[in-house]
């Protein structure tokens, strides 16, 4: 069955940088676009970047320019490079994919920016 298993999250100082990593299993990872999203308490879940089977990278406005978005295929993951973090970012933050209709979600992991 798919899985998509999220790690790398953590308490950081604002300036600071966390390295997320999503685990994907279940499923030809190559075929499929991978999604980050986030979710702060008492808000909605928001797509943060997106990248593409073919590797075409899309970014939410609030995270240009800080955070990257990357995939290894032969190591079946996906990552979230996160630079400049500020308060504003905490979050849990969620791996998602789309296959045949069926959306799959990790676990998520919290990232928490405070001094």
């Known amino acids: 069955q798919v899985q998509l298993v999220e790690s790398g999250g953590g308490l950081v100082q604002p300036g600071g940088s966390l390295s997320l990593s999503c685990a994907a299993s279940?499923?030809?990872?190559?075929?499929?676009?991978m999604e980050w999203y986030r979710q702060a308490p008492g808000k909605q879940r928001d797509l943060v970047a997106s990248?593409?089977?073919?590797?075409?990278?899309n970014y939410a406005d609030p995270v240009k320019g800080r955070f990257t978005i990357s995939r290894d295929n032969a190591k079946k993951t996906v990552y979230l490079q996160m630079n400049g973090l500020a308060p504003e970012d905490t979050a849990v933050y969620y791996c998602?994919?789309?296959?045949?209709?069926?959306?799959?979600w990790g676990q998520g992991t919290q990232v928490t920016v405070s001094s």
């Open positions: 998602k994919t789309s296959i045949s209709q069926h959306v799959y």
């Open positions: 279940g499923f030809i990872f190559s075929w499929y676009a």
């Open positions: 990248i593409g089977s073919g590797g075409n990278i």
